[in-house]
């Protein structure tokens, strides 16, 4: 059973693959992202770097665990290139990924079925050449206390392992302490315990 922890995503840009289809040519790209509007650039950079293409054809996936997603088929018939990169996407279990296929026609027409496979193909190739990577995801919990229980909560932090990721230590005292999400709720339970102890949770 996989930890609700993890994710899988791209550890760095892949390298560029080429699958030929009847003398077409589908330069397939792979790019780990973090946010939508990183898409239109990287885009725009691959029309520039293969200005001769028909299609720039793209998927992309956002987020953990509140999924978000976009095919694009750039004027490819429907549904013939932007889902089967996206079902690439889906198969290989990745996400915060943006997954491109340059297509330069080679004269002879695919049909949509064939437009289908090699745009599949050429995800899947692509996929296939890149480095994927695992992430754990994490929740940030704030503790706000009072000078006297310093030592009580800097021994539930000791005990359980906890990194921490930001404090201030005065009369009134602020720690941000980083916990993987699926041991959130055991950790936030130990500091209620706690008397005087204001605990926040941020995901």
């Known amino acids: 059973m996989e930890s609700i922890d993890i994710y899988r995503t791209l550890g760095k ?3 560029s693959i080429l699958h030929k289809e009847k003398k077409s040519k589908f330069f397939g790209y792979a790019f780990p992202i973090a ?4 898409v239109k ?10 200005h001769t293409a028909n299609h720039v054809c793209y998927a992309w ?4 665990t509140e999924i978000r997603y976009r095919a694009n088929d750039d004027g490819e018939p429907n549904n013939s290139a932007g889902l089967p990169i996206y079902g690439q996407i889906k198969s290989f279990n990745v ?5 491109a296929v340059v297509r330069i026609f080679g004269g002879t027409k695919l049909g949509v079925g064939g437009l289908i496979t090699a745009y599949r193909t050429a995800a899947k190739l692509t996929l296939e050449s890149s480095e994927i990577i695992e992430k754990t995801i994490y ?13 009580k909560v800097m021994r539930v932090i000791k005990q359980n392992q ?3 990721t930001s404090q ?4 009134d005292c602020r720690i941000i302490v980083s916990v993987p999400q699926s041991k959130s709720k055991l950790i936030v339970g130990i500091f209620e315990v706690l008397k005087n102890v204001a605990i926040q949770i941020h995901k």
């Open 13 to 15: 840009p892949s390298t």
């Open 95 to 99: 996400t915060n990924v943006l997954v």
């Open 162 to 164: 906890l990194n921490i």
């Open 61 to 64: 996936q956002l987020g953990e």
């Open 139 to 151: 929740e940030q919990i704030t503790l706000a206390f009072g000078y006297p229980e310093m030592d």
């Open 35 to 38: 946010f939508e509007s990183e």
């Open 41 to 50: 650039p990287i885009i725009e950079n691959l029309r520039k770097k293969h």
């Open 168 to 171: 201030q230590l005065e009369i």
